[in-house]
Nanobody
């Protein structure tokens, strides 16, 4: 079992900051990758950032490079997304995901319930 609990969503002013966190609880699973997607009305769902848990290698969407930072705590199976210099275009529902596997099987993606981020001018 893999459960993802998100926190830190809410409202911020343009130019402000928010920090999202996602904590994974597992029973008999290893988590290999964690990250965040977002979806805004009328927009394609977008991979915002992800991190490989073993070596810390990161990926960022071009739209957030230089503003967002993803980090992980392997001991706690937790990732955080520090979002600075927020823009109105960052308004979206954000979904945490984790790629996890067990017993040599092909890993499977697990998803959190989502958290809303609203950026106002």
């Amino acid at each position: 079992q893999v459960q993802l609990v998100e926190s830190g969503g809410g409202s911020a002013q343009a130019g402000g900051s928010l920090r999202l966190s996602c904590a994974a609880s597992t029973t008999g699973f290893n988590i290999y990758i964690m990250g965040w997607h977002r979806q805004a009305p009328g927009r394609q769902r977008e991979l915002v950032a992800r991190i490989i848990m073993s070596d810390g290698n990161t990926y960022y969407a071009d739209s957030v490079k230089g503003r967002f930072t993803i980090s992980r705590d392997n001991a706690l199976n937790t990732v955080s997304l520090q979002m600075n210099n927020l823009k109105s275009d960052d308004t979206a529902d954000y979904f945490c995901y984790a790629e996890a596997g067990s017993r040599g099987l092909v890993p499977y993606d697990y998803w959190g319930q989502g958290t809303q981020v609203t950026v106002s001018s």
